[in-house]
């Protein structure tokens, strides 16, 4: 009945160890877990005499129980709550390193204001948080809600001497603030467009090229009252090439030895027998006609040797090759091929 | 169906070994970057192809043949729902130790360890597979978790075997080289644990803090009141000798 102090100390230790003999399982060296994926590694030896003189099964069941209680053990360790009427434990992150399934994604390419701050080598200049706002004689931050020198809370805005009296300053302070953001955003999402590669609109699709340029130029430049004659060239602009009349005739009433020279000729060449042949023109045409039936010739030998190789087989191997459709029709290749030779 | 896993149904000659392609092709097609070739020969009888894939290119595959099979309907007993997030445990040194067996551990785990969640719902921790890697074989185990009730708050763990149950033997491996490797481990920027300021850690391991407090005016500094140092009307240099000896004593 007068139990002292020390035995019933030794009497609840007792009961705890014996509480908790069910749980405990001893182990050589401790287990290594990683909560996060529910996992335990078991780094002991397996006793091969035990496994191999009880049933197998009956072995590895005992194992597994051992070393599931201990992850039990650490599971229940974890701080937990309530959720929804139902006991959770909440999991730390998972310490075993595993592989991506795809690689890291690459950092956005940098803006255009990026791009000219590096090439310029200009730093970025750290702004402290507040600044100082002499009208209010205290700290404000420097942008956003009640900010330092705000100047649209301006109750006075002086007119300068250069504006229009009638003009609205406030208004005006207002629009610019409004084309300001808008420019802003404008450029912003243009930098995200040329970091997705997307096509900027109005951009690349409507650049002429340099010769619709030079063809614009011209047009623009005789399309004045005086169709271009008093047009200011530039330094090292050359004058431009006759863009008179297209046809010269000859006036009316000028050489007459020349005229009487010119009709003489033609009655001459009216009444003689002999065809007049231009050499030059003669061997061009003779050229051009034995190229073209070069070419014409090297087509048919090419067109009929398709046609041979491709006929032989395609009778064999009609039934088999339907459904993969051995190479086109000769005849349609060569309908395309003769199109191209006239361009 | 379970909506993380695709099931071929016809058969597919394929060898995972000498052509990757036709894999790569069918894991590009299905967005899935593990899978699991079954094949039956008589070099290679009961053979199972694990693997995984980085950017749809194969990083590790390995090649077990089950010496032993009981399947899930063999083994009469109620089982557990299917999707539960398993426990996983791996037994035996060679986990640790054996190069190819820790690649093994890593795909095992990937495979089995379903999805990542922040909580989980103690009682429904019903089901454990069990790996022991033991004298050249690997045995995969599985179990339902019964929680018998213990002295404490923590239960006491029965097990119950529901299947299916295989012995594996370690047959060819492809693994990744180790700059590929390296690459597939690589964590993002973003990922990569923040460095806290302020926080710093001694030689001894002792964790040291910085505070950042503004300018005290320590004339004016509020401590704790001692009544016993208050200065006493009359006492003079002896009552500050006494104060300042009391003084010395409280220190």
């Known amino acids: ?343 | 169906m379970n909506l993380f896993t695709f099931c071929f149904i016809r058969k597919n000659i394929t060898r995972p070994f000498e052509d990757q392609t036709s894999l790569e092709f069918f894991s590009k097609k299905t967005d899935c970057s593990l899978f699991l070739f079954g094949s039956h020969n008589k070099k290679r009888p009961n053979n199972l192809v694990f693997g995984r894939m980085f950017d749809f290119h194969v990083l590790d595959m390995i090649e077990l043949g089950i010496e032993k099979f009981v399947s899930l309907s063999d083994i009469k007993s109620p089982k557990c729902a299917e999707g539960t997030k398993p426990l996983l445990i791996f037994a035996g040194e060679a986990f640790d130790t054996d190069s190819e067996y820790k690649r093994l551990r890593s795909v095992f785990i990937d495979f089995f360890r379903g999805q990542t969640v922040p909580a989980v719902r103690l009682a429904g921790l019903e089901h454990v597979l069990h790996f022991t890697a033991l004298e050249g074989k690997i045995y995969l185990r599985s179990y339902k978790v019964l929680l018998k009730k213990s002295g404490c708050r923590t239960p006491r763990i029965e097990l119950e075997e529901i299947g299916p149950s295989f012995d594996f033997v370690l047959r060819r491996t492809h693994l990744a080289s180790d700059d590929l490797s390296k690459t597939a481990h690589k964590l993002p920027k973003a990922l990569k644990p923040k460095k806290k300021k302020n926080i710093s850690h001694d030689t001894f391991g002792t964790k040291l803090g910085r505070l950042h407090m503004q300018k005290q005016n320590l004339a004016k500094l509020k401590t704790r009141k001692m009544k016993g140092l208050r200065k006493r009307r009359g006492e003079t240099i002896q009552g500050e000798e006494e104060d300042s000896a009391k003084k010395a004593k409280v220190e």
């Open chain 1, 1 to 343: 009945m007068a139990a002292t102090v020390e035995e019933l100390l030794a009497k609840a230790e007792k009961d705890e160890a014996e509480k908790l003999k069910s749980i405990r399982v001893k182990k050589e060296l401790e287990l290594e877990f990683d909560l996060g994926n529910l996992l335990a590694s078991d780094r002991n030896a397996v006793n091969l005499r035990d496994f191999r003189a009880q049933k197998k099964e009956d072995y590895l069941r005992a194992l597994a129980r051992d070393n599931t209680q201990l992850l039990v053990n650490e599971l229940w360790k974890m701080p937990s709550e309530r959720v929804e009427g139902v006991v959770v434990a909440k999991l730390p992150e998972p310490t075993t390193r595993l592989p991506r399934e795809k690689p890291v994604p690459k950092p956005r390419p940098p803006t255009k204001w990026e791009q000219f701050a590096k090439l310029k080598g200009i730093q970025k200049k750290k702004k402290t948080n507040l600044v100082w706002d002499e009208a209010h004689k205290e700290w404000r931050r420097r942008w956003g809600y009640k900010r330092a020198n705000d100047n649209t809370k301006d109750w006075l805005v002086e007119v300068p001497e250069t504006a229009d009296p009638d003009e609205d300053q406030f208004a005006k302070r207002a629009h610019a603030k409004r084309e300001r953001v808008a420019k802003n955003e404008l450029n912003r999402l243009r930098n995200i467009a040329r970091a997705h590669k997307l096509k900027v609109p109005g951009a690349a699709a409507a650049a002429p090229s340099r010769n619709e340029l030079a063809r614009a130029e011209q047009v623009a430049k005789v399309s004045t009252a005086s169709v271009g004659k008093f047009q200011e060239r530039l330094p090292k602009e050359k004058a431009p090439r006759n863009r008179g009349k297209k046809r010269a005739f000859q006036p009316n009433i000028g050489d007459f030895s020349t005229e009487r020279q010119q009709q003489l000729e033609l009655l001459k060449v009216i009444a003689s027998k002999k065809p007049r042949m231009d050499v030059t023109k003669a061997v061009n045409k003779q050229m051009r006609e034995e190229d073209m039936e070069a070419a014409s010739k090297k087509r048919k030998g090419a067109g009929r040797k398709g046609r041979k190789g491709g006929s032989a087989p395609r009778g064999k191997a009609k039934g088999k090759a339907k459904a993969k459709g051995q190479g086109p029709p000769a005849g349609k290749s060569r309908q395309v091929r003769k199109g191209l030779g006239k361009r």
